[in-house]
T-cell receptor, first 116, second 115 residues
Framework: AQSVTQLGSHVSVSEGALVLLRCNYSSSVPPYLFWYVQYPNQGLQLLLKYTSAATLVKGINGFEAEFKKSETSFHLTKPSAHMSDAAEYFCAVSDLSGNQGGKLIFGQGTELSVKP | SAVISQKPSRDICQRGTSLTIQCQVDSQVTMMFWYRQQPGQSLTLIATANQGSEATYESGFVIDKFPISRPNLTFSTLTVSNMSPEDSSIYLC????????????FGQGTRLTVV
């Protein structure tokens, strides 16, 4: 069975600083991994996804994530934080067992705060 | 891609009543998923809804409390029955079109407050 663990329920950075949000996964099969962002009072928006192609994945808004099989990690980074990046970020793995493609297992979420 | 319309966007309900949430997709999909996001928490899958068969519920969720309908390939409803304040959550509908490699699309969610 797949699972996802996000390290740190809350991360605070200064504007212009590096953003690093950590995600580790457990999967018995090659995983599909995703990062979603949820702005206050809004739905979920896909930032980026890994589907067994390039290990370094670039997403929207300057975010990227690197799939490291040896570390079972899929950490999200952005070189320079912007105030508009303040939101909740969720790492998720797709449950591909049986015919349940599209069923996602989410991490606990990390709230990102950006200080001026 | 897929565009999902979810209604209502929010509601305040009395305990003991029921609320039905509607989810409409702009394309035909085999499976639709219903998630719950309790305040300050992550998303938890309630059930998977297949057209033409009964929904499959995750551990901790039962059909009597969360009955689901799936009358066709573009529409589903989730009912939250006999509500209590503990049911106050955001409920989200999701689909994963076959060509999207497992990527899920989400509706805007229904923010439910039970008083």
């Amino acid at each position: 069975a797949q699972s996802v663990t996000q390290l740190g329920s809350h991360v605070s950075v200064s504007e212009g600083a590096l953003v690093l949000l950590r995600c580790n996964y457990s999967s018995s099969v090659p995983p599909y991994l995703f990062w979603y962002v949820q702005y206050p009072n809004q739905g979920l928006q896909l930032l980026l996804k890994y589907t067994s192609a390039a290990t370094l994945v670039k997403g929207i808004n300057g975010f990227e994530a690197e799939f490291k099989k040896s570390e079972t990690s899929f950490h999200l980074t952005k070189p320079s934080a912007h105030m508009s990046d303040a939101a909740e970020y969720f790492c998720a793995v797709s449950d591909l067992s049986g015919n349940q493609g599209g069923k996602l297992i989410f991490g606990q979420g990390t709230e990102l705060s950006v200080k001026p | 891609s897929a565009v999902i319309s979810q209604k209502p966007s929010r509601d305040i309900c009395q305990r003991g009543t029921s609320l039905t949430i509607q989810c409409q997709v702009d394309s035909q999909v085999t499976m639709m998923f219903w998630y719950r996001q309790q305040p300050g928490q992550s998303l938890t899958l309630i059930a998977t809804a297949n057209q033409g068969s009964e929904a499959t519920y995750e551990s901790g969720f039962v059909i009597d409390k969360f009955p689901i309908s799936r009358p066709n390939l573009t529409f589903s409803t989730l009912t939250v029955s006999n509500m209590s304040p503990e049911d106050s959550s955001i409920y989200l509908c999701s689909v994963a079109p076959p060509r999207e490699a497992g990527r899920a699309f989400f509706g805007q969610g229904t923010r439910l407050t039970v008083v």
